[in-house]
T-cell receptor
Framework: ELKVEQNPLFLSMQEGKNYTIYCNYS?????LYWYRQDPGKSLESLFV?????AVKQEGRLMASLDTKARLSTLHITAAVHDLSATYFC??????????FGKGTRLHILP | DAGVIQSPRHEVTEMGQEVTLRCKPI?????LFWYRQTMMRGLELLIY????????DSGMPEDRFSAKMPNASFSTLKIQPSEPRDSAVYFC????????????????FGEGSRLTVL
């Protein structure tokens, strides 16, 4: 059964710094997703990664996928307070179910 | 498009009462998912439908939970009888296309229904 693990689960960082969130998944998956959730809000799709070596960037966020290592990363460059949120990765399993990690709560200090 | 619409946004009920949560997916989306979110267990997939047919309900916690999708534009999740441990945010999400036909499988979430069972 597919399991998705994120680390760290909580991250507090200063504005202007760089950091990376890691997402490991336990079995082969063809799709990897990143979502953002603000407190009390819904989940917003950030990236969909479809193949090994895929890299996508939007503003200060960049996501990548290594299917051989079963690893995806979400890199934050020069963090700003507006990026404070919980970030989830999710993977598609062979039964067409999308399984989510527990999320990384990111707190960016001014 | 208005996006995925869920109702009610908030529900407070007493243990033993029946709860019905509603979802209207994005028009044209073939897949509909129900997730439950709690602090302890994170996001759990309860059930999903393809073209109104339930495909996998293995995540439904107990027989007290049931879900239906009578047509392409409406789904319900029912809890009867409700218990305090059912308190959570319930999300409905829809997806436009099957991944095995080239679709990305990207999910579009509703705003959620926050359920509190006293």
């Amino acid at each position: 059964e597919l399991k998705v693990e994120q680390n760290p689960l909580f991250l507090s960082m200063q504005e202007g710094k760089n950091y990376t969130i890691y997402c490991n998944y336990s079995t082969t998956s063809d799709r990897l997703y990143w979502y953002r959730q603000d407190p009390g809000k819904s989940l917003e799709s950030l990236f969909v990664l479809l193949s090994n070596g895929a890299v996508k960037q939007e503003g200060r966020l960049m996501a990548s996928l290594d299917t051989k290592a079963r690893l995806s990363t979400l890199h934050i460059t020069a963090a700003v307070h507006d990026l404070s949120a919980t970030y989830f990765c999710a993977a598609l399993n062979r039964d067409d179910k999308i399984i989510f990690g527990k999320g990384t709560r990111l707190h960016i200090l001014p | 498009d208005a996006g995925v619409i869920q109702s009610p946004r908030h529900e407070v009920t007493e243990m033993g009462q029946e709860v019905t949560l509603r979802c209207k997916p994005i028009s044209g989306h073939d897949y509909l998912f129900w997730y439950r979110q709690t602090m302890m267990r994170g996001l759990e997939l309860l059930i999903y439908f393809n073209n109104n047919v339930p495909i996998d309900d293995s995540g439904m916690p107990e027989d007290r939970f049931s879900a239906k999708m009578p047509n392409a534009s409406f789904s319900t999740l029912k809890i009867q009888p409700s218990e305090p441990r059912d308190s959570a945010v319930y999300f409905c999400a829809s997806s436009p296309a099957s991944w095995d036909r080239g679709g990305t499988g990207e999910l579009f979430f509703g705003e959620g229904s926050r359920l509190t069972v006293l």
